[in-house]
């Protein structure tokens, strides 16, 4: 079992930048893909980013592709997305999730492919 825990939402206006942290429970966490999903009110869940248990591998939505990195820190079992030149348009919920049977160098954008979630961390950003 893992548990997500994340952190560093707020409100920020636009242009902005932003750091969103998220430690996992657990011994294992090396072994995981992990991935930044949000959902704003009235639309579908998307994969923001996602990152290989290796980090070789990464994926970035084409709305954030050039704004947003993900990295993780296997030693503090943590990941982290930062986000910078921040737009009313990413005004989400972001939740982290981590992928306990991704192959060494696999990060998926699919959701169901991600077996833990974390609670949610709300980015709200004004225009």
């Known amino acids: 079992q893992v548990q997500l825990v994340e952190s560093g939402g707020g409100l920020v206006q636009a242009g902005g930048s932003l750091r969103l942290s998220c430690v996992a429970s657990?011994?294992?966490?090396?072994?995981?893909?992990l991935g930044w999903f949000r959902q704003a009110p009235g639309k579908e869940r998307e994969c923001v980013s996602a990152?290989?248990?290796?980090?070789?591998?990464?994926y970035y939505a084409d709305s954030v592709k050039g704004r947003f990195t993900i990295s993780r820190d296997n030693a503090k079992n943590t990941v982290y997305l930062q986000m910078n030149s921040l737009k009313p348009e990413d005004t989400a919920v972001y939740y982290c999730?981590?992928?306990?049977?991704?192959?060494?160098?696999?990060?998926?954008?699919?959701?169901?492919?991600?077996?833990?979630w974390g609670q949610g961390t709300q980015l709200t950003v004004s225009s």
């Open positions: 990152i290989s248990r290796s980090s070789r591998s990464t």
């Open positions: 999730t981590a992928d306990s049977g991704a192959a060494y160098s696999t990060a998926s954008y699919l959701p169901d492919k991600y077996d833990y």
């Open positions: 657990g011994r294992t966490f090396s072994s995981y893909a």
